[in-house]
């Protein structure tokens, strides 16, 4: 059925939109190039990271933002937006991802489709598919599913960094280089036990500590207010790279009794689930990847890795089987928080260790 939809739907917008550009080339454009919904279901998948019947729910969602001018009006809108799920899903050069089933998109065509279709994503769909919970239902849910699957009480997220590759800025490139010597982005994720994103900051560059991105971050913010608003059941855990705050828990560093071991223990399996929900982002959009490389200016690449988290949230969503993750190294090593950071926040510090010593006495 979604084969059938998805060619009426090509061949319905051809029909449109060559009435209303006065064009006759879309036919022999579909002749000379293999539907992408005529593929199997299986092809279709590895090729756009989606099912066909959810890749028609998400070309419904961006066509109707999208605009038709002379570089693009020769292009149906649906093959403009495939063009880009696939450079998102294989990470592969633009000429590449522009030959075979998409072979009537060039090069630079690719290139302006995957800008068109990641502005889009962000500017419309960002806040319907990737939200931190607002109200004490959804707190509340979010606890409970913690609390079946890892038996860790009042946790509403867990946090990660992961750096996105991106080619060298023409400005201030140094403060783009990390740790491993290369240029990225450095990406705050916050993710629920069913691997859906929260929350997702990606305009920091690779030379920023995790920390300061927390700090910096709305829902670090967030945190602390709604703490200092009364909210003391609420918690995001997060690595050693983070500070201990009485909203953020973080592994005791040396267990001194059992009751610390079982917490750490659970700590970490429960924390495994942010370095899962990386790998499979990374796995499902490969352009993410450390050895794909963005190559483009640091505001388009956060455009485009913002785009991805939300199709993650979708592929979640629709069902979509996970990939095998996919993890690059620097994404497994925790630093510890820089002094200038800690010393930000010294009481509530305090504060926080010792309210994490009640949570594992009271819990574990």
């Known amino acids: 059925m979604a084969h059938l939809w998805g060619q009426l739907l090509v061949l319905e917008q051809m029909e449109r939109e060559e009435q209303e550009n006065g064009i006759r080339v879309f036919r022999r454009m579909v002749r000379d190039t293999q539907n992408p919904f005529a593929i199997s279901d299986a092809e279709f998948t590895r090729h756009f990271r989606f099912h066909k019947n959810a890749a028609l729910e998400i070309i419904r969602d961006i066509e109707p933002h999208m605009v038709n001018n002379s570089y693009v009006s020769k292009i149906p809108k649906v093959l403009r937006i495939l063009s880009a ?43 319907d598919w990737v939200h931190f919970p607002r109200n004490d239902r959804e707190r509340n849910e979010l606890k409970h599913r913690f609390m079946q699957r890892h038996r860790m009480p009042n946790i509403i997220g867990i946090v990660d960094g992961t750096h996105i590759a991106i080619k060298k800025p023409n400005e201030n490139e140094h403060i783009y280089v990390n740790r491993k010597n290369y240029h990225s982005l450095n990406c705050q994720i916050i993710c629920d036990s069913e691997l859906r994103i929260l929350s997702i900051v990606a305009r920091w560059p690779g030379s920023t500590h995790d920390a300061f991105i927390w700090r910096s971050s709305r829902v670090g913010q ?85 785009a991805c988290t939300i199709l993650h949230n979708m592929a979640v969503f629709y069902r979509v089987d996970d990939p095998a993750p996919m993890w690059d190294d620097i994404d497994r090593e925790d630093l510890p928080v820089p002094r200038y950071i800690a010393d930000l926040d010294i009481p509530y510090r305090r504060l926080g260790q010792q309210q994490r010593r009640e949570y594992i006495v009271t819990n574990f």
């Open 85 to 127: 799920l696939n450079f998102f899903a294989t990470g592969s050069y633009q000429r590449s991802v522009g030959a075979n089933l998409l072979s009537c998109c060039s090069q630079p065509v690719v290139s302006r489709n995957i800008q068109e279709v990641s502005t889009i994503i962000v500017r419309y769909l960002l806040k």
């Open 222 to 306: 967030a945190m602390r207010a709604n703490y200092e608003n009364g909210d003391t059941e609420s918690r995001i855990m997060g690595d050693s790279g983070y500070p201990c705050l009485p909203w953020l828990l973080i592994p005791v560093p040396h267990p001194a009794t059992p009751q610390e071991e079982r917490y750490n223990n659970r700590f970490k399996s429960c924390r495994s689930t942010v370095e899962r929900c990386i790998g499979v982002l990374k796995g499902r959009f490969r352009c993410l990847l450390k050895d794909r490389v963005l190559h483009y200016t640091p505001q388009k690449a956060a455009k485009i890795i913002m």
